[in-house]
């Protein structure tokens, strides 16, 4: 037991806490792949880390409430009833965070009837009689106030969960004018609109405070009620009876029955491969696990062993170009570490080992020629490498005039198809999560000689490449990884590496363009409500504006006020037309061009082209995404898109763009996997899909199907994909969701495939825990089984999803393989794949041959039940190529 001189207690208000973090933290920013939320875990833990570093307590309690009904709300049902349900993307959270502070070992504590604050009150009380202990306490409730006292400190949030507020008795006094005993007083006689509890009529906190002092406390006031005089004294002598109930309220009890005392709350040693597993289903990166397992007392944990770290390395003062001819043709570890910022730029440093765990390290300005040059051809040869992120290795060699080649292992790919959707795949993050063993630091600095955390990251990548390729392997995906995945590194490198060019005049001209139209719509709408100073980007000017000068239905209340998203005006307008509301939604189009046409500009580079950076580690689906900037998502069917496209031209010494894309390649795929013999038909003869389908969902002619009907079945056939209800059918056509029903059925009435084969996968998934697209790819959704209903569903339409898009992304990465590996020993190269397309560089001469193996090879990458269909254009940019 800990000694009393040093008993330190922290009890913390756990929901209080988890809904300012939810708060606090955007929802759509954490989530895991399944579609559990996790923004009010992340900074609850987040919060917890910080409070454990800096108050270093020796016992620790967490308190949860246990749901909305307690002996409060016996006494007055009002209590609280002004509060709205938890958002549904806080649901399911407070059980994740007790789940994880219990891995941690701190005791969590609820109790029927009670509220958490009851329960804090009561271990206040209890050590206080058992003595030696200071008390910190952590709540956004202000009730709190009344526990403070010698011992008991209380730290309030005041932005977040990042600032909080210590509340001793001398600060208590100096921002509220009373002692904490009397605080609970002043609260009755106040009100408490977050509790519902109802205030004097003219008596706020000031004159709650003077009449507090002058008196005494409430039954002083109350003693001399008829001395008061004007309209708050006689406000206040019609309701004593509703602030006496106010003050009964406010009181927290202080003898909750408790299955713990305070000195059994002493932190307990942890199980730390038990926390990382939680951090990894939450998809959390290695940051905030070091942060809070840093926090933690280990006291009575084993000390870390050996086996803890990456393997003994025999260090080799042989020279580099010595090591290396020696082991000619092996496997190798290499790390390599940068001069500065992560991808293009020049190795500093360098580490290797071999598979007898013999390793060397050198700073690369320290190399002689002949080891220079040896590492050179090491480096551009088909020898095997083991790397981890081995894209950021080749664009950081190649700032040294030199080409990787032979990439045999890439921990982080491995990684992340082992486990899609995780936060990061950084290589200590990797280390920890599949082999349970700590890497430390490896950022260092740019010395190695008196360093040796690139040789430990060397031999962390030579452990992971044979336990994740064991793993791989027992899942049937290593075949994914090796003939799939792996040989894309190379091809997104040297995609990354060329770039496309760019004229910068056009983009430029759209800027200026797009700069007038903002300027233009926010002096018309200033206009249109007469507000000169009105600032559009604002959301609090915003919902004055909409709200209550022009009364416009009230939108989804949020803490801050009511939501002025793109969603919820979009709906406001199209439910309330209004020129105000239509001039909003341009004034925010125009500026989102404008932003995504700054940020190409920004990005060009001295050579004249943009190298944006494919990313393979961040789509659970295994779709390419990109990033810096991002060119994915350019519209494509809008006039400012196609002139934003056009700027992407052919560079020089080469002759023309080619882009190639695959016909509705996700609506096909639909269509094999579901084995619909109808979809199939539409496919095999040739015909129009969504006019076929059309005509059957709508029982027409197929050359009477009207481009409404056939809008109305495309946005159906593709929302299915993505687990489109009755509901969301109505809402995205504006129709009534008795129609949309009635579609959706005579749909699945005539294409009965669709409909088995969406019940089914879904189904399957929940059994096995997991989705498989054709090629074997997994994703994993244990939220199907969960029993938050927001999070199971998010899942249910990730496992429609998955399969069709999955194996859509799958395919396009074989057809890339296929066309780069055909085009070897011509000029011409792949620049872009933008989803279902490849944007290719076409050099002089080669245009035919080029045009014939991109269709040749995208066709050929998989044989399905229904026909592929590959589209091809040219020309001299990126829009005069579209098809």
Same mark, same amino acid.
């Given at each position: 037991?800990t ?7 922290l ?7 988890a ?5 606090? +933290? ?10 559990q939320? #996790?923004? /009010? ?21 967490? %308190?949860?409430?246990?749901g ?12 609280? /009833? ?22 941690? &070992? ?9 509220e ?18 200071? $008390? ?15 011992? $008991? ?20 006094e ?42 005494? &406390? ?5 003693s ?29 009890? #202080? ?11 002493v ?8 926390? %990382? ?10 940051n905030?696990r ?7 007392p ?5 000390a ?6 990456? @393997?003994e ?8 170009d ?30 290797l080992?071999d ?23 090491w ?10 992120? %081995?894209?950021?290795?080749?664009h950081?060699l190649?700032?040294?005039g ?9 921990t ?5 198809i ?5 936060? $990061?795949?950084?290589l ?6 599949h ?5 430390g630091? $490896?950022s260092?600095?740019?010395?190695? +000689? ?6 430990? /990251? @060397? ?5 992971l ?22 040989p ?9 590496d060329?770039g496309? %060019? ?16 903002? #300027?233009?719509?926010e ?20 919902s ?12 989804k ?9 793109a ?6 307008a ?6 105000? +509301? ?7 189009e ?5 932003s995504?046409?700054e940020?190409?500009?920004k ?13 393979q ?5 295994g ?7 991002? +060119?994915?998502?350019i ?25 190639a894309?695959y ?14 013999e &109808? ?11 969504h ?15 009207t481009p409404?009907?056939?809008?109305r ?9 993505? &687990?489109l ?17 009635k ?16 019940d ?6 929940r059994r096995?825990?997991?989705t ?6 997994r ?11 927001? @999070? ?6 990730a496992?429609?999803n998955?399969?069709?898009q999955? #194996?859509?992304?799958?395919?396009i ?22 989803h279902?397309e490849?944007?290719?560089?076409? /050099?002089?001469?080669?245009?035919e ?6 269709e ?25 190529a579209?098809?």
């Open positions: 037991m000694t009393s001189a040093s008993k330190r207690l009890l913390i208000d756990g929901h209080s806490m809904f300012r973090a939810f708060y606090a +933290l955007p929802a759509e920013n954490f989530s895991t792949s399944g579609g939320h #996790t923004n /009010a875990v992340y900074g609850f833990l987040s919060m917890f880390a910080n409070i454990l570093a800096e108050e270093q307590p020796t016992h620790v309690a967490v %308190a949860f409430d246990v909305r009904k307690t002996f409060r709300t016996e006494r007055f049902p009002e209590y609280k /009833a002004q509060r709205e349900a938890a958002p549904p993307e806080f649901k399911g959270q407070v059980p994740i965070i007790d789940k994880v502070l219990g891995e941690l &070992g701190i005791v969590t504590l609820s109790k029927e009837n009670f958490a604050d009851d329960i804090v009150a009561t271990l206040v009380s209890e050590a206080r009689a058992e003595g030696g202990f200071e $008390t910190v306490l952590v709540s956004g409730d202000r009730d709190y106030i009344q526990l403070v006292d010698a011992t $008991t400190t209380l730290l309030y949030p005041t932005r977040g969960v990042s600032t909080l507020t210590r509340f001793t008795p001398e600060t208590v100096e921002k509220y004018g009373l002692t904490p005993e009397l605080y609970p007083d002043f609260a009755a006689l106040r009100g408490d609109p977050s509790d519902n509890l109802p205030s004097v009529p003219k008596v706020g906190e000031k004159t709650a405070t003077k009449w507090i002092s002058q008196y005494g &406390g409430l039954e002083g006031l109350i001399h009620a008829e001395e008061i005089k004007g309209v708050a004294g006689q406000n206040f002598r019609d309701r004593i009876d509703q602030v006496r109930l106010n003050r009964e309220l406010t009181q927290m009890v #202080t003898d909750v029955e408790l299955p713990v005392g305070p000195d059994e709350l932190m307990r040693p942890i199980e730390i491969a038990q926390v %990382a597993q939680s951090f990894d289903e939450l998809e959390f990166g290695v905030l070091e942060r809070v397992l840093a926090a933690v280990t006291t009575g944990a084993p870390p062993s050996a086996a803890d770290e990456p @393997a390395v025999t260090l080799s003062d042989e020279p580099l010595a090591w290396l001819t020696s082991r000619r043709g092996e496997g190798l570890a290499l790390y390599l570490r940068g001069n500065g910022a992560p991808g293009r730029g020049d190795a500093a440093a360098v580490a080992v598979k007898s765990r013999c390793g060397v390290q050198r700073d690369m300005v320290d190399l002689s020629p002949a080891e220079d040059a040896a590492f050179k051809l480096a551009e040869s088909d020898s095997p490498k083991f790397l981890h992120e %081995a894209k950021q290795a080749y950081m190649r700032g040294r030199i080409t990787l080649r032979g990439i045999a292992h890439d982080a790919i491995a990684a992340y082992l486990r899609p959707g995780q936060r $990061t795949y950084e200590a993050d990797v280390y920890q999560r082999l349970q063993r700590h890497l630091d $490896t260092g600095q740019l010395s190695l +000689l008196d360093d040796d955390s690139s040789l430990r /990251a @060397a031999t962390a990548i030579l452990e490449s044979a336990e994740l390729s064991a793993q791989l392997r027992a899942i049937d995906s290593y075949q994914l990884y090796s003939d799939l995945e792996l894309l590194v190379s091809i997104l490198a040297e995609m990354e060329a496309i %060019a760019v004229d910068v005049s056009i983009l430029e001209g759209e800027l200026a363009h797009f700069s007038n139209k903002v #300027t233009e719509v002096q018309h709408a200033r206009q249109l409500v007469d507000e000169p100073a009105l600032n559009l980007s604002s959301p609090k000017q915003l004055v504006v909409l709200f209550d000068k022009l009364k416009l239905p009230k939108t209340k949020t803490k801050t006020g009511y939501s002025t998203a969603k919820e005006i979009e709906t406001l199209a439910n309330n037309p209004h020129p105000f +509301l239509q001039a909003l939604l341009e004034h925010r125009y500026q989102k061009m404008k995504t046409i940020g190409l500009i990005t060009l580079q001295d050579d004249g082209r943009i190298h944006t950076t494919f990313n580690t961040v789509a659970s689906t779709r390419l995404s990109s990033t810096d900037p991002n +060119l994915q998502n519209p494509v069917r809008t006039e400012a898109g196609r002139v934003i496209r056009s700027a992407f031209t052919v560079g020089e010494g080469y002759d023309c763009l080619l882009t894309d016909s509705q390649i996700e609506m096909r795929v639909m269509a094999h996997l579901s084995q619909d &109808g979809l199939i038909e539409a496919y095999r003869g040739g015909e129009d899909l006019n076929f389908v059309g005509s059957r969902v709508f029982d027409v002619p197929i050359d009477q199907v409404e009907l056939r809008r079945v495309k946005a159906m056939s593709y929302g299915l994909v993505y &687990g209800s009755a509901f969301g059918l109505s809402n995205q056509l504006s129709i009534s969701a008795g129609e949309a029903k579609i959706m059925e005579s749909y699945f009435e005539r294409f009965g495939g669709v409909k088995r084969y969406l089914e996968v879904v189904e399957q998934a096995d825990g997991y498989s697209t054709v090629f074997g790819r994703r994993y959704l244990p939220e199907l089984t969960s029993d938050n209903r927001v @999070a199971r569903e998010n899942a249910e339409r496992a429609l998955a399969p069709i999955g #194996t859509a992304a799958d395919i990465k074989v057809a890339m393989i296929r066309v780069n590996e055909a085009l070897h020993g011509r000029a011409s190269r792949i620049l872009l794949q933008v279902d490849l944007v290719v560089e076409v /050099a002089p001469g080669e245009l041959d080029v045009k014939d193996i991109v040749r090879e995208m066709d050929g990458a998989i044989t399905l039940l229904v026909p592929l269909e590959v589209s091809a254009g040219t020309g001299p940019n990126w829009d005069a579209a098809h």
